[in-house]
């Protein structure tokens, strides 16, 4: 059967989401439509990114993934359909797939803007037709014009070393107030030890088990990031920290 996701930042609390399911159901009946998340924080393209980055790879080859953060709706900003890593993507060329597109061979076109399509609402009218038409078969090449530039892509601080040091940043927070960091565990050996803004953490630990309830900890998520956490609590409220925050790894 036909999958497709759907990331958004329309919340749950307005038909919005349901009014693209519709059109995907209409146009491609029996699709299986997976949630992968509705609550985005409104407009932010680092969080839909870095959540679409997570979870697409997870799901089988030929999955057509709707995603839809679009805070520049109606604008010249341009519609996307594209395919990498044997995936389908749908949405707007914003920075979005910055994590998709990362490292792989991409098949772009732009998508034209139907008739009658609303300028506020590209989700319903535009990006879930083009969705259900690659989930029931179409092919990429049919829906418009090949892309002529690459994909736009969000520009990230990538982890440097000072001195005996590697510092990274906080590139995400979920909804437990967990710091996602860019450091990998290629960056941080087991002897080093975590700095928050000039607060020491300590080595990485293996699971929150490993500090009393309360404690601070770092240690490697299960995207494959470092992360900050409080166990039974937030990281982030406790060190009012948030995207863009810096971490230090101390080498020596």
């Not at 994909?151 to 001195?163: N, S, V």
């Amino acid at each position: 059967m036909p999958l497709i996701t759907l990331l958004t930042d329309f919340g749950t609390s307005d038909s919005y989401v349901a009014e693209m399911k519709g059109v995907l159901l209409d146009r491609c009946p029996g699709a299986v439509l997976v949630d992968v998340t509705h609550a985005v924080p409104p407009g932010d393209l680092r969080a839909g990114a870095y959540l679409l980055g997570r979870a697409w790879a997870r799901f089988p080859r030929e999955t057509v993934h709707l995603a839809v953060v679009d805070p520049g709706v109606g604008t010249a900003r341009a519609a996307l359909a594209l395919r990498a890593h044997g995936h389908r993507f749908v949405g707007p060329d914003n920075g979005l797939f910055t994590q998709v597109i990362r490292d792989a061979e991409v098949e772009a076109v732009v998508l034209p803007v139907p008739a009658g399509a609303s300028p506020t609402f590209h989700g319903r009218d535009l990006f879930a037709p083009a969705a259900a038409a690659l989930a029931g078969g179409a092919e990429l090449s049919s829906l418009g014009e090949p892309l002529t530039t690459i994909p736009l892509r969000l520009t990230y601080t990538e982890p440097h070393y000072e001195g005996k040091s590697v510092v990274g940043e906080i590139v995400y927070v979920d909804r437990f107030g967990t710091l996602v960091t860019n450091l990998t565990p290629e960056l941080v050996p087991a002897y080093a030890v975590l700095e928050v803004e000039d607060l020491e953490i300590g080595p990485l630990r293996r699971t929150f088990g490993d500090v009393p309830t309360g404690g601070l900890l770092a240690y490697v998520g299960s995207g494959g990031a470092v992360e900050i956490a409080v166990r039974d609590g937030s990281a982030a409220r406790r060190l009012g920290l948030g995207v863009g925050g810096r971490i230090r790894a101390r080498l020596g």
